[in-house]
C-alpha cells in the first residue's frame, strides 16, 4: 500500500469509448459546484443518467437550473453524507427512482484549513464528512450496484496528503502495510486520531503534517478503498481513488494548477473505462487516467 506519486504527470483529456447507455445510472455526491459540478455536466453532455447530490437544497437546486440552461437534464437529492438519516433516505428515493446503479462517485469532502494553516479544531466533522460519509453511503447502495458486464463503479475523490508516505507512526504504518488490515483497525485509526486531538497531543504522534485532519480522512479513505476493491475484485465491482491535483476550488480558495473542469475530465474518463480496460484498487494521480499507484 506504500503510493508514490508518479513523476511526471500530464494534462491528456480523453474520449472514452461508449459502453453506456441513457439507462446508466452514475451519482455523484457533493455536486453543487467545483469538482463535483464540473463531473455532472460531463456524464451528463456524455448521455448517462446523472444524479446530482448536495448538502443544501438550494445550492443543488440553484446547480441543476445551471445545467438545464446549458440543454442539459440531471436529476436532484438532497444528501449530507456525514448524517446516516440522511443517507438512508436518499437510497430509499434512489431504490424507487431507478431501482438500480452504475457508477458512484464519492466526492463530498469538506476542509476547514486555508493554504497555509493546519488547524484541527473540526477534526471531527472533517472525518465525519470525508471518512465515514463515503464509507456509510457506499455500504447503503451496495446492494444496488447493476453488476452486469460493465461491472459497476466506485470511485473516491481523494488526495495524495493521505499517501502512507505521510504518516510517520511507525505502528500505523506496519498495520496499514498489511494485506490483511480490517476496516474495525481502520476505524480505530480514525478513532486514535480523534482521541489524540482531544487530548492536545496529536502533533506528536507521527500523524500527517499538512491539513491534518484531512489527510487523515483521506488516509482512512484510500484503506478503506483498497480493502473493498480486495473484496468485490472479480465480483462485478471496481473500487479506484483519484487525486486530481492541485485545484481551482472552494477548498483551496480559487488557487490551484488544474481547473475543475480538467479534473472532471479525467475522472469521467476513469469511471467511463470500458470493461475490458477497468482496473480496480487504483489510485489515480494528477489529470491523467493513464498515470496511477496501487492501492
Known amino acids: 500500500?506504500?503510493?508514490?506519486?508518479?513523476?511526471?504527470?500530464?494534462?491528456?483529456?480523453?474520449?472514452?469509448?461508449?459502453?453506456?447507455?441513457?439507462?446508466?445510472?452514475?451519482?455523484?455526491?457533493?455536486?453543487?459546484?467545483?469538482?463535483?459540478?464540473?463531473?455532472?455536466?460531463?456524464?451528463?453532455?456524455?448521455?448517462?443518467?446523472?444524479?446530482?447530490?448536495?448538502?443544501?437544497?438550494?445550492?443543488?437546486?440553484?446547480?441543476?437550473?445551471?445545467?438545464?440552461?446549458?440543454?442539459l437534464h440531471v436529476h436532484f437529492f438532497p444528501l449530507d453524507v456525514s448524517e446516516p438519516a440522511s443517507i438512508l433516505k436518499f437510497a430509499s428515493w434512489l431504490q424507487e427512482t431507478f431501482g438500480t446503479l452504475d457508477i458512484l462517485v464519492n466526492n463530498a469532502a469538506v476542509?476547514?484549513?486555508?493554504?497555509?494553516?493546519?488547524?484541527?479544531?473540526?477534526?471531527?466533522?472533517?472525518i465525519r464528512t470525508n471518512f465515514y460519509g463515503p464509507k456509510w453511503?457506499?455500504?447503503?447502495?451496495?446492494?444496488?450496484?447493476?453488476?452486469?458486464d460493465s461491472v459497476g463503479r466506485i470511485l473516491n475523490i481523494s488526495s495524495r496528503l493521505g499517501l502512507l508516505n505521510k504518516l510517520k507512526n511507525p505502528e500505523l504504518r506496519e498495520m496499514l502495510l498489511d494485506e490483511k488490515v480490517?476496516?474495525?483497525?481502520?476505524?480505530?485509526?480514525?478513532?486514535?486520531?480523534?482521541?489524540?486531538?482531544?487530548?492536545?497531543?496529536?502533533?506528536?504522534?507521527?500523524?500527517?503534517?499538512?491539513?491534518?485532519?484531512?489527510?487523515?480522512?483521506k488516509l482512512g479513505l484510500n484503506?478503506?478503498?483498497?480493502?473493498?476493491?480486495?473484496?468485490?475484485?472479480?465480483?462485478?465491482?471496481?473500487?479506484n481513488c483519484f487525486c486530481p491535483g492541485f485545484t481551482q476550488t472552494s477548498m483551496t480558495g480559487g488557487k490551484g494548477k488544474y481547473t475543475s473542469q480538467t479534473a472532471a475530465e479525467v475522472a469521467a474518463c476513469i469511471v467511463l473505462l470500458p470493461p475490458e480496460k477497468l482496473l480496480t484498487g487504483k489510485f489515480y494521480v494528477g489529470t491523467t487516467p493513464g498515470v496511477y499507484s496501487k492501492l
Not at 453511503?137 to 452486469?148: C, G, N, V
Not at 484503506?223 to 473500487?239: C, P
Open 137 to 148: 453511503l457506499t455500504e447503503a447502495l451496495l446492494p444496488m450496484f447493476r453488476r452486469s
Open 223 to 239: 484503506a478503506h478503498s483498497k480493502i473493498m476493491a480486495k473484496h468485490f475484485k472479480g465480483r462485478g465491482l471496481s473500487v
Open 111 to 126: 476542509s476547514f484549513n486555508h493554504i497555509n494553516e493546519n488547524s484541527v479544531e473540526h477534526a471531527e466533522i472533517v
Open 182 to 217: 480490517t476496516e474495525n483497525e481502520i476505524e480505530g485509526m480514525v478513532r486514535l486520531f480523534l482521541e489524540n486531538v482531544k487530548s492536545g497531543i496529536w502533533r506528536s504522534q507521527g500523524w500527517p503534517a499538512v491539513w491534518t485532519d484531512y489527510a487523515v480522512s
Open 1 to 71: 500500500m506504500a503510493l508514490k506519486e508518479p513523476e511526471t504527470i500530464l494534462v491528456t483529456p480523453c474520449l472514452p469509448t461508449r459502453w453506456w447507455s441513457k439507462e446508466t445510472v452514475a451519482v455523484v455526491t457533493g455536486a453543487n459546484k467545483g469538482i463535483g459540478f464540473a463531473l455532472v455536466k460531463r456524464l451528463a453532455e456524455l448521455g448517462l443518467t446523472v444524479v446530482l447530490t448536495a448538502r443544501d437544497n438550494g445550492r443543488g437546486l440553484n446547480a441543476v437550473e445551471l445545467l438545464k440552461n446549458q440543454g
